[in-house]
């Protein structure tokens, strides 16, 4: 059987849960805002990136601005103002620069920084040759030069770097998506872990609780109804079952008290009658005694010595089962003592031969060990096997058979009675104080009386019905009785 939980260890258990739970939706909200933050970081940088890019080339374009106005215009700041955005713009590429992450973003940067450097460089020589030639053919030359040259190259960087940006903006697009989506996924699952955590809360408190207290409730009803055969389940947590347990051996032990109470209720009501029986029984077996004593005489012959002698064993062996009948009604004190179990079935057959002869009824009796010796009460067990052998044979037909069998291990012996009767018509009741009973006279203190030597003698009887008819009587008893004297 599996051992229950304490309860204060699935509470225990539970609070582990709740506090594992809260762990996992504080990580799971950490991670979703983390990556949450890591694609905003990358989207501004991203953002930086296209915006320096777009100020580099508004930059050269007033600066191309400024250096038509110094030599077509002869404007004396435009020169300055040349060098001004010619700063810009370099503070610009450090910027792009420091921002620029991977080989293909630092790879486009340092290409426009080195073309535009190419352009400060390339674009006032080109100016300085149309001033000192000064002719419409040269300033149109300039002009394709600057458009086709200078601009064209420019351009072409700038447009490539900025398709590297849009793809690294349609990638980020796409990261911020699958950031949502796991960040969402990361929230739902600890609301489902929560949801199951309450159910599960939900159906161990009605099996491990609610529903042993409402057992314990109903065994507590039942008992104190009277009703003590009812059980309280041992189920539920440790300390529940543990009070079930307490509750049935409460019972337990009510039930046995209740069964005591009865018997010796009966024993105080059958305890006024047996003894006045008694007495009226052992009287006319002393007088039949002291008339076999007088009549006792060496001058008889043989056969009728060895019948006076049957007759003071047989008395005496009635007198001490009148004794034992009357210890019945009061707690039985065995005197045990190194006897044969070989002896003692003997005994207890001597009396019955004259009916044995009678119904022409054939005892079967076991193959006897060797060492049949056994420490108990030879008289109680010598009367009970009576009892019970008496009943097989007034139950028995007529030159029928009944079976004796021993078997003896270290420690008990176990003797049967099998017969070929009709079988026991009631089922034998150890706590009976009196047994149905089938003969004309009889008292029906036969069967009880066994049960209750049986007992004080430390083992048990049993009575099968026997396969095709008949009766089984097994008697099991300690092979050395250990009893105070």
């Not at 300039?142 to 900025?162: Q, V």
């Not at 026997?466 to 009785?481: D, E, Q, S, Y």
Request: charged residues 20%; contains cysteine; hydrophobic residues 40%.
């Amino acid at each position: 059987m599996q051992k229950n939980r304490s309860l204060k260890d699935l509470l225990l258990i539970h609070e582990l849960a709740f506090i594992l739970l809260i762990i996992f939706a504080a990580t799971a909200g950490a991670i979703g805002i983390h990556l949450w933050e890591k694609s905003s970081q990358e989207a501004n940088r991203i953002s930086s990136l296209v915006s320096e890019v777009q100020q580099t080339r508004g930059d050269l374009y007033r600066q191309m601005k400024e250096l038509f106005d110094a030599y077509f215009l002869d404007d004396v700041t435009a020169r300055s103002e040349y060098e001004n955005f010619t700063l810009s713009v370099e503070n610009h590429f450090i910027k792009l620069k420091r921002i620029a992450v991977g080989k293909a973003e630092i790879d486009a940067v340092n290409a426009l920084h080195s073309n535009y450097q190419k352009f400060v460089i390339e674009a006032p020589a080109l100016f300085d040759q149309y001033q000192r030639s000064n002719t419409s053919a040269s300033k149109q030359a300039i002009n394709t030069d600057i458009e086709t040259g200078l601009f064209y190259r420019y351009e072409d960087i700038l447009a490539r770097t900025e398709k590297l940006l849009n793809q690294k903006q349609l990638e980020l697009n796409k990261q911020l998506t699958s950031t949502k989506l796991t960040a969402t996924v990361l929230l739902i699952i600890p609301l489902l872990l929560a949801v199951l955590l309450l159910i599960f809360s939900s159906v161990f408190l009605k099996r491990a609780i609610v529903k042993p207290i409402e057992g314990v409730l109903r065994a507590t009803s039942e008992i104190s109804s009277g009703n003590l055969s009812h059980r309280a389940p041992e189920e539920g947590v440790a300390e529940l079952s543990a009070v079930s347990q307490a509750i049935n051996v409460m019972a337990d032990k009510l039930s046995s008290s209740q069964e005591t109470l009865v018997r010796t209720e009966k024993q105080a009501a059958q305890g006024l009658l047996v003894p006045m029986l008694a007495h009226n029984i052992r009287n006319p077996l002393a007088s039949i005694r002291a008339t076999a004593q007088i009549m006792e005489d060496p001058t008889h012959d043989t056969e009728t010595r060895e019948y006076l002698t049957g007759i003071i064993n047989t008395v005496d062996r009635l007198e001490r089962w009148t004794g034992a009948l009357l210890a019945y009604l009061l707690p039985l004190k065995p005197q045990p003592n190194n006897t044969n179990i070989k002896d003692i079935v003997e005994g207890a057959l001597a009396p019955l031969q004259q009916k044995i002869k009678s119904k022409s009824i054939q005892i079967n009796l076991p193959k006897w060990p060797k060492n049949t010796t056994v420490y108990t009460d030879q008289h109680l067990l010598e009367q009970v096997i009576y009892n019970l052998i008496l009943n097989a044979i007034d139950a028995s037909n007529k030159s029928s058979s009944i079976n004796i069998s021993l078997e003896i291990t270290a420690q008990e012996f176990t003797l049967q009675l099998l017969d070929r009767a009709g079988g026991m018509p009631f089922k034998p009741d150890p706590s009976a104080m009196s047994a149905p009973s089938t003969k004309r006279f009889g008292t029906g203190l036969g069967i009880p009386f066994a049960f209750k030597v049986c007992d004080v003698l430390g083992g048990e009887l049993k009575f099968d019905a026997r396969p095709n008819g008949g009766t089984v009587i097994t008697i099991t008893l300690p092979k050395f009785l250990n009893f105070p004297i």
